[in-house]
């Protein structure tokens, strides 16, 4: 049975910079740099421009992976995308990044699956656990897992939503998963679940139970109340089960791989809030020189903080070859999961 490992890796972020100040001075929203910092650790995040949507985001990054991996476009066998901001509610933001591939085309037109993945901030290990198991099983040779994000077309940039709006911005992460006969690879990985919380953190929009499941006016149109267009969390609710679940999760996949923390080169947590990974750091001992973090410029990109990560941590060499890995995220749903990866 072939080991899968990841063969490249790729990111994008839109240009323009949105600070915590420009919130305050371009949006109105009611708050201060201090404040958002304190609370969070985020500085700046970036969005996109209007017009540019989440597969757009996730071709750059594909494209950065695909080169790196050292292998054509048409050498995929698999695309999987995950993502909560997928252009359309269907189909997929993966069979647009596909057509935006170029795999449709031509002569050596691939016409290969493209799953999505909607696990929000737990999307990328939902993507990544699927991706190794593809390639492990001999189904695929070399899958394609996106993680990207729009979100900045759905917060609500005003004083209302202050509470929420300073946490996200957009940007896409991607890596190639491939086989290899190397000992190296994706060694162990864990997801969870709890939908007792599902709606603690949710963005509803519709109620598919309704008749119509988007409430009308006289004329036919479709309004939607604040409410369901935005979205909601519960934040304190939220911390806490995010540290106790990926406390567990990380544990829980260090015990599968038979190895301690203290075995564990570098962390990637997922970057959705300072304070939760600075509280897992400590209740884990885990040194400062093992942490990655890069919320400060980017804010939660949900499905695509932790290829963002591995990215950039690989361009800058801080992540080599032969490294001990370990990767967590917690997001809505309840959702979590970890991996552990030798590099």
Same mark, same amino acid.
């Given at each position: 049975?072939?080991?899968?490992?990841?063969?490249?890796?790729?990111?994008?972020?839109?240009?323009?910079?949105?600070?915590?100040?420009?919130?305050?001075?371009?949006?109105?929203?009611?708050?201060?740099?201090?404040?958002?910092?304190?609370?969070?650790?985020?500085?700046?995040?970036?969005?996109?421009?209007?017009?540019?949507?989440?597969?757009?985001?996730?071709?750059?990054?594909?494209?950065?992976?695909?080169?790196?991996?050292?292998?054509?476009?048409?050498?995929?066998?698999?695309?999987?995308?995950?993502?909560?901001?997928?252009?359309?509610?269907?189909?997929?933001?993966?069979?647009?990044?596909?057509?935006?591939?170029?795999?449709?085309?031509?002569?050596?037109?691939?016409?290969?699956?493209?799953?999505?993945?909607?696990?929000?901030?737990?999307?990328?290990?939902?993507?990544?656990?699927?991706?190794?198991?593809?390639?492990?099983?001999?189904?695929?040779?070399?899958?394609?897992?996106?993680?990207?994000?729009?979100?900045?077309?759905?917060?609500?940039?005003?004083?209302?939503?202050?509470?929420?709006?300073?946490?996200?911005?957009?940007?896409? $992460?991607?890596?190639?998963?491939?086989?290899?006969?190397?000992?190296?690879?994706?060694?162990?990985?864990?997801?969870?679940?709890?939908?007792?919380?599902?709606?603690?953190?949710? +963005?509803?929009?519709?109620?598919?139970?309704?008749?119509?499941?988007?409430? +009308?006016?006289?004329?036919?149109?479709?309004?939607?109340?604040?409410?369901?267009?935005?979205?909601?969390?519960?934040?304190?609710?939220?911390?806490?089960?995010?540290?106790?679940?990926?406390?567990?999760?990380?544990?829980?996949?260090?015990?599968?791989? $038979?190895?301690?923390?203290?075995?564990?080169?570098?962390?990637?947590?997922?970057?959705?809030?300072?304070?939760?990974? +600075?509280?897992?750091?400590?209740?884990?001992?885990?040194?400062?020189?093992?942490?990655?973090?890069?919320?400060?410029?980017?804010?939660?990109?949900?499905?695509?903080?932790?290829?963002?990560?591995?990215?950039?941590?690989?361009?800058?060499?801080?992540?080599?070859?032969?490294?001990?890995?370990?990767?967590?995220?917690?997001?809505?749903?309840?959702?979590?999961?970890?991996?552990?990866?030798?590099?």
């Amino acid at each position: 049975m072939p080991n899968a490992f990841i063969s490249g890796t790729g990111f994008y972020v839109p240009p323009r910079r949105v600070t915590n100040d420009d919130l305050r001075t371009v949006y109105g929203i009611d708050t201060t740099h201090e404040w958002i910092v304190k609370r969070t650790g985020i500085e700046e995040r970036r969005f996109a421009d209007e017009g540019v949507g989440t597969s757009d985001l996730g071709l750059l990054a594909a494209q950065a992976a695909i080169e790196k991996a050292g292998i054509a476009k048409t050498d995929l066998d698999m695309i999987i995308f995950a993502t909560l901001s997928s252009e359309h509610c269907f189909p997929g933001s993966g069979v647009y990044l596909q057509e935006k591939l170029g795999l449709c085309d031509g002569p050596n037109a691939k016409f290969v699956p493209a799953l999505d993945v909607r696990n929000q901030c737990s999307g990328f290990l939902y993507a990544l656990g699927t991706a190794t198991s593809m390639v492990k099983s001999g189904a695929c040779k070399h899958v394609l897992v996106v993680g990207a994000e729009v979100h900045s077309a759905a917060l609500d940039l005003t004083a209302r939503g202050r509470g929420v709006a300073s946490l996200f911005g957009d940007g896409a $992460g991607a890596v190639v998963v491939s086989a290899t006969e190397e000992d190296r690879g994706v060694r162990a990985w864990k997801l969870g679940a709890d939908g007792r919380f599902a709606d603690t953190l949710s +963005q509803r929009i519709w109620d598919i139970r309704k008749r119509p499941f988007i409430p +009308q006016n006289a004329e036919g149109v479709g309004q939607i109340s604040p409410e369901f267009m935005w979205a909601y969390m519960d934040g304190k609710l939220v911390f806490k089960h995010a540290v106790e679940r990926m406390v567990m999760v990380l544990m829980e996949t260090c015990m599968m791989h $038979g190895v301690t923390g203290e075995a564990i080169d570098m962390f990637f947590f997922h970057q959705a809030n300072m304070r939760i990974n +600075q509280f897992i750091q400590q209740t884990l001992g885990i040194p400062e020189e093992k942490i990655v973090h890069n919320i400060h410029r980017y804010g939660n990109t949900t499905a695509a903080t932790i290829p963002i990560l591995l990215a950039e941590a690989e361009e800058t060499g801080r992540l080599r070859r032969g490294m001990k890995i370990a990767l967590c995220s917690f997001g809505s749903g309840f959702t979590w999961g970890a991996a552990i990866i030798d590099w």
